[in-house]
């Protein structure tokens, strides 16, 4: 049954050290968040929001922001002197009753509230119309500041446990941030509206005023204790949520599509994504069980003071306090004030809902803002020499250091490469080397400069990279080379560098030439083959023409020749360049002047192919293993 469903492993034997698949919540201490909706909290956080929000428009839309507040004060007015009107047509239609020659001097004030109520009515629509001008200019507005910041922040950030589930949270708060203005506006109208009531309430009869608000404050207290249950059961859901966010994404994607067949791997992670649903849906039913008994208290003690505020009138008519036409009037202005204390409590509620996102977007602006590249500014030339100094890095929130003291050194013209076992720390000397990564300790040198008193994107300009998991852009094979950075000659440099990775052979066959979209998936672009794709990914970086030249198994899926034709070329692009090569394939260590050997996080071993393989070492042990591959007729013979 899915409800008892476990997201187990279904493995008979119990395997004590065996890890949950489960998201930990990284998000910043949210429970401490809810701990303070209180409704003195909210109040006071009120005005900010609603000064968030057009604070957001004016940097939109400066003349729009303007005529919205500007049509709101009008309108605000204009409700207060049609009340008024109200009282004087009232009061001569009752005259008139015992006087009809009291109707004609109702008639400017009819006329006064026919033309305030017309009036109102073409700013509603103005109003309206503005809102939804400013709403989806502002979550775009929202979009480019959170991905401004994404972009802008160091690599770091990326590794540190909840950037992502905070990333995830500032979304939502881009996603709401649209009805921020509308729910900002509401809020001021209904403001307007209680503001304009309660003068004319004040007016006639005072001693009604607190019996008003009377009827507002059990709802406006409930709604806030709903508005907790509700965010306490959004952060109990959490977890669930992303698990089906991420089942979702394997579930439906195509680079898992195969493997889900091949594997029948289907039931295990659909089961998973019931089990999810099924407890999102048990918390969300227990929350909306528990708002719907807050709101009902909430209302019967609201309708109670209504009806206590009502039998005012009628005791202030009966004593003679007031007469009957301030009494129609006054029946007039509490419904036009309950409305607009309804719709401060109700307005008010979403705006704190859409506040609390915007507050998770806010937060996330300013955390990237801490981790925001603050480098040097100095602009580095074609490196002649790039260095790591007795270099110590350890990823943010990791246990241990992964590279300890590392030296290293390559320079214009020569060719390095860095070999190792799986996790010995090659990736992350390569980051390094091309100033992704700040070191923990030590120095790494451009030329003599530190890359912390670099100006890093000047940097990156004089970094060519072919990285492990490199970028397949959904744009046309030119654009996948030139990265939107043509070299002055055009489609020359693109044709040159494409030769020299093979990827011209793959250009050729496209139905469009360089102008073939490689985005199959969502625009009918034409599909490659990885080996394909990695050919362009090492054109890209030879095109660029950069200073230094980093190379993360750039054959990996490289057919034999396409291979060749790389290594054989790597001499000829070192002319000019500072080369380093990561690859497992000892045999293509042999192109470079110096290989480097590292274990642990540490450098081992240095030499050249010649003197390492004839060396004992890790090295040696590798490029054994590498040949010691047997035909099946020789296995049949070390088997006898
Ligand atoms: N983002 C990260 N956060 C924390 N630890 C990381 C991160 N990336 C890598 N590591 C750790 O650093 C170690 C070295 O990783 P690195 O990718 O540099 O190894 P590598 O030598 O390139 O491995 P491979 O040959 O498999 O590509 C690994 O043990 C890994 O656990």
């Known amino acids: 049954m899915a409800d008892q469903t476990a997201v187990t492993d279904t493995d008979a034997t119990p395997r004590p050290h065996s890890e949950e698949l489960e998201f930990v919540y990284n998000g910043g201490d949210s429970a401490e968040l809810a701990r303070h909706l209180t409704w003195r909290s909210l109040i006071s956080r009120l005005p900010k929001l609603v000064r968030r929000s057009f604070a957001l428009a004016w940097a939109v839309d400066r003349r729009s922001t303007i005529a919205l507040l500007a049509c709101q004060v009008i309108s605000g007015l204009l409700e207060a002197l049609g009340l008024f009107a109200t009282t004087a047509a009232l009061s001569a239609l009752i005259q008139s009753a015992s006087d009809p020659a009291h109707l004609t001097a109702a008639l400017p004030s009819?006329?006064?509230?026919?033309?305030?109520?017309?009036?109102?009515?073409?700013?509603?629509?103005?109003?309206?119309?503005?809102?939804?001008?400013?709403?989806?200019?502002?979550?775009?507005?929202?979009?480019?500041?959170?991905?401004?910041?994404?972009?802008?922040?160091?690599?770091?950030?990326?590794?540190?446990?909840?950037?992502?589930?905070?990333?995830?949270?500032?979304?939502?708060?881009?996603?709401?941030?649209?009805d921020m203005i509308?729910?900002?506006?509401?809020?001021?109208?209904?403001?307007?509206?209680?503001?304009?009531?309660?003068?004319?309430?004040?007016?006639?009869?005072?001693?009604?005023?607190?019996?008003?608000?009377?009827?507002?404050?059990?709802?406006?207290?409930?709604?806030?204790?709903?508005?907790?249950?509700?965010?306490?059961?959004?952060?109990?859901?959490?977890?669930?949520?992303?698990?089906?966010?991420?089942?979702?994404?394997?579930?439906?994607?195509?680079?898992?599509?195969?493997?889900?067949?091949?594997?029948?791997?289907?039931?295990?992670?659909?089961?998973?994504?019931?089990?999810?649903?099924?407890?999102?849906?048990?918390?969300?039913?227990?929350?909306?069980?528990?708002?719907?008994?807050?709101?009902?208290v909430g209302s019967a003690v609201s309708g109670l003071a209504a009806a206590l505020m009502w039998a005012g009138v009628m005791v202030l008519l009966g004593t003679g306090h007031i007469g009957a036409a301030a009494a129609g009037t006054l029946v007039f202005a509490l419904r036009s004030a309950s409305g607009g204390l309804h719709g401060i409590v109700g307005y008010g509620a979403d705006l704190m809902r859409?506040?609390?996102?915007?507050?998770?977007?806010?937060?996330?602006?300013?955390?990237?803002?801490?981790?925001?590249?603050?480098?040097?500014?100095?602009?580095?030339?074609?490196?002649?020499?790039?260095?790591?100094?007795?270099?110590?890095?350890?990823?943010?929130?990791?246990?241990?250091?992964?590279?300890?003291?590392?030296?290293?050194?390559?320079r214009q013209g020569e060719i390095v490469a860095v070999v190792g076992e799986n996790g010995s720390g090659k990736t992350t000397l390569m980051?390094?080397?091309?100033?992704?990564?700040?070191?923990?300790?030590?120095?790494?040198?451009?030329?003599?400069?530190?890359?912390?008193?670099?100006?890093?994107?000047?940097?990156?300009?004089?970094?060519?990279?072919?990285?492990?998991?490199?970028?397949?852009?959904?744009?046309?094979?030119?654009?996948?080379i030139t990265l939107g950075q043509p070299q002055p000659d055009g489609d020359a440099a693109v044709h040159r560098a494409a030769a020299a990775s093979g990827a011209d052979a793959v250009i050729t066959v496209l139905r469009s030439g360089l102008g073939t979209l490689l985005a199959r998936e969502w625009w009918n672009g034409q599909a490659l083959s990885s080996g394909q794709w990695q050919r362009i990914a090492v054109a890209r970086a030879i095109h660029r023409d950069a200073g230094l030249l980093v190379m993360d198994e750039p054959t990996s899926d490289l057919d034999a020749r396409a291979e060749h034709l790389i290594f054989t070329g790597l001499r000829a692009l070192a002319k000019d360049r500072a080369v380093v090569l990561v690859t497992h394939n000892l045999a293509n260590t042999a192109v470079a002047d110096r290989i480097v050997v590292m274990e642990g996080g540490r450098v081992t071993a240095q030499g050249t192919f010649t003197e390492l393989t004839a060396r004992p070492g890790l090295f040696r042990d590798l490029w054994l293993l590498q040949q010691d591959r047997m035909t099946p007729a020789a296995q049949e013979d070390a088997a006898r």
Not at 153 to 170: I, L, N
């Open 182 to 296: 509308g729910e900002s506006q509401n809020l001021v109208s209904s403001a307007a509206t209680l503001i304009a009531a309660a003068v004319v309430v004040g007016a006639l009869a005072p001693v009604l005023l607190p019996l008003l608000v009377l009827t507002a404050l059990p709802q406006a207290l409930a709604s806030v204790a709903g508005e907790r249950v509700t965010y306490l059961a959004t952060l109990r859901t959490f977890r669930d949520r992303r698990m089906l966010n991420m089942l979702r994404w394997y579930l439906s994607h195509k680079d898992q599509a195969d493997q889900i067949r091949t594997d029948t791997l289907a039931s295990y992670l659909l089961d998973k994504y019931r089990a999810s649903g099924v407890r999102v849906d048990r918390t969300v039913d227990e929350a909306t069980w528990q708002r719907a008994k807050i709101s009902l």
């Open 354 to 410: 859409t506040g609390r996102y915007m507050d998770d977007w806010e937060s996330f602006i300013d955390e990237a803002a801490g981790q925001r590249l603050d480098r040097g500014a100095l602009t580095p030339d074609r490196p002649r020499q790039v260095a790591l100094h007795q270099v110590t890095y350890r990823y943010p929130e990791a246990e241990s250091d992964t590279l300890r003291k590392v030296d290293f050194e390559v």
């Open 431 to 480: 980051k390094l080397l091309c100033g992704l990564n700040l070191p923990t300790a030590g120095l790494v040198t451009w030329d003599g400069i530190s890359t912390r008193d670099l100006d890093p994107y000047a940097l990156w300009k004089e970094c060519a990279v072919v990285p492990q998991e490199f970028a397949r852009w959904p744009m046309t094979a030119r654009e996948n």
């Open 110 to 178: 009819v006329l006064m509230l026919a033309a305030t109520a017309g009036l109102r009515a073409i700013l509603g629509i103005a109003i309206q119309g503005l809102s939804n001008r400013l709403g989806p200019r502002i979550a775009r507005e929202a979009e480019y500041r959170m991905l401004h910041a994404a972009t802008g922040a160091e690599m770091a950030a990326y590794d540190h446990p909840g950037f992502d589930d905070r990333y995830d949270k500032a979304d939502r708060g881009v996603e709401v941030s649209r």
